[in-house]
């Protein structure tokens, strides 16, 4: 195990010491500024993004009310078993309370396809702020390859908005792995 442990560290360093060598080779060969966007600024002055937010929040509401109606639907059967069933006979109780239990389950199903992952909010999100995106990242590329920027960062998030694609040492990195295998 401490032959391992000793192995595995000695690869690792290896590794850090190749993308440090590269990452800096890379870095310091390369002329050119670093800038940054402010995207939740682009999303309140873009009209486009406003827009898109509009017709989302029309859909989110027209979801919700749809799923408002099948609770509203859950609450009246639930309703109805608790003020009758003293009065009903087992079959008839069981028929109310079979029906009340299909009623949950859907309103679970409709919940989950909507809402839930990949769910249609997701989906109508993304087809909403594609177009949008392409369009900024357009721009992103024009202004980095026009002013000669080598990354572009999100302040928001810290991410990466635009990077030269000659900055990136994924294949490097990955054929150095490819040796030690």
Same mark, same amino acid.
């Given at each position: 195990?401490?032959?391992?442990?000793?192995?595995?560290?000695?690869?690792?360093?290896?590794?850090?010491?190749i993308?440090?060598?590269?990452?800096?080779?890379?870095?310091?060969?390369?002329?050119?500024?670093?800038?940054?966007?402010?995207?939740?600024?682009?999303?309140?002055?873009?009209?486009?993004?406003?827009?898109?937010?509009?017709?989302?929040?029309?859909?989110?509401?027209?979801?919700?009310?749809?799923?408002?109606?099948?609770? /509203?639907? &859950?609450?009246?059967i639930?309703?109805? %078993? =608790?003020? !009758?069933?003293?009065? @009903?006979?087992?079959? *008839? #109780?069981?028929?109310?309370?079979?029906?009340?239990?299909?009623?949950?389950?859907?309103?679970?199903?409709?919940?989950?396809?909507?809402?839930?992952?990949?769910?249609?909010?997701?989906?109508?999100?993304?087809?909403?702020?594609?177009?949008?995106?392409?369009?900024?990242?357009?721009?992103?590329?024009k202004?980095?390859?026009?002013?000669?920027?080598?990354?572009?960062?999100?302040?928001?998030? /810290?991410? &990466?908005?635009?990077?030269?694609?000659? %900055? =990136?040492? !994924?294949?490097?990195? @990955?054929?150095?792995? *490819? #040796?030690?295998?």
């Amino acid at each position: 195990m401490k032959g391992k442990i000793s192995r595995f560290s000695v690869i690792l360093v290896f590794l850090t010491g190749i993308f440090f060598c590269l990452w800096t080779t890379s870095t310091f060969s390369q002329e050119g500024k670093i800038g940054y966007i402010d995207s939740i600024r682009l999303r309140a002055e873009f009209k486009e993004f406003a827009d898109a937010q509009a017709k989302f929040d029309t859909d989110v509401k027209t979801w919700q009310d749809e799923i408002a109606k099948t609770d /509203a639907v &859950i609450d009246s059967i639930q309703d109805d %078993l =608790d003020k !009758t069933s003293l009065m @009903l006979s087992d079959a *008839k #109780k069981k028929e109310k309370e079979d029906n009340l239990e299909s009623k949950k389950q859907e309103y679970q199903r409709l919940t989950t396809e909507i809402f839930g992952p990949g769910g249609r909010a997701e989906r109508r999100n993304a087809e909403l702020t594609k177009p949008i995106l392409d369009k900024i990242n357009q721009v992103l590329e024009k202004i980095a390859t026009e002013d000669n920027f080598i990354m572009i960062f999100d302040s928001v998030n /810290a991410n &990466i908005a635009y990077a030269k694609k000659t %900055l =990136d040492l !994924t294949d490097q990195v @990955l054929e150095e792995l *490819k #040796k030690l295998q």
